[in-house]
């Protein structure tokens, strides 16, 4: 629905997400809307999350808490978000990622904590 793409590295456990911009990924002042920020970045931090429980990426997770920093905007373009893990245990991950716009400018940093799910 929202039209992005992501990689996995099962090497190291990150994730990439990429994001085309359209128009209807604007917010009325014609800037990427915040909540495409916000969805970008927990879909890279979830799936950085579900390596960090199983490489395989068939954990079931839920965000338990994600912070947002906004620190710049974009217009057109692509816009790539990166996560790594940064520790966690048998049922909490944290994870941290970074949005940038197709220059490599930065645009947001968050903070997740993702909790693993036993069915």
């Known amino acids: 629905m929202v039209g992005y793409r992501t990689e996995v ?13 359209e128009p209807r990924h604007m917010n009325r002042h014609g800037i990427v809307h915040g909540g495409m920020v916000a969805t ?5 931090c979830g799936n ?8 395989d990426g068939n954990a079931d997770l839920v965000t338990v808490s ?9 217009r ?11 520790g966690g245990g ?3 991950a944290y994870v941290y990622g970074e949005l940038f716009d197709d220059t490599g400018r930065l645009l947001a940093t968050a903070n997740g904590i993702f909790k693993r799910i036993r069915k």
Request: aromatic content about 6%; hydrophobic content about 40%; proline content about 4%.
């Open 90 to 92: 048998k049922s909490i």
């Open 66 to 74: 994600l912070n947002l920093s906004y620190v710049g905007s974009t």
């Open 76 to 86: 057109t373009g692509a816009i790539t978000a990166r996560a790594r893990p940064t």
């Open 48 to 55: 950085t999350a579900m390596q960090f429980f199983d490489p």
């Open 40 to 44: 970008v970045l927990d879909v890279v």
């Open 9 to 21: 590295d099962t090497r190291d456990g990150s994730c990439t997400v990429t994001l085309e911009l």
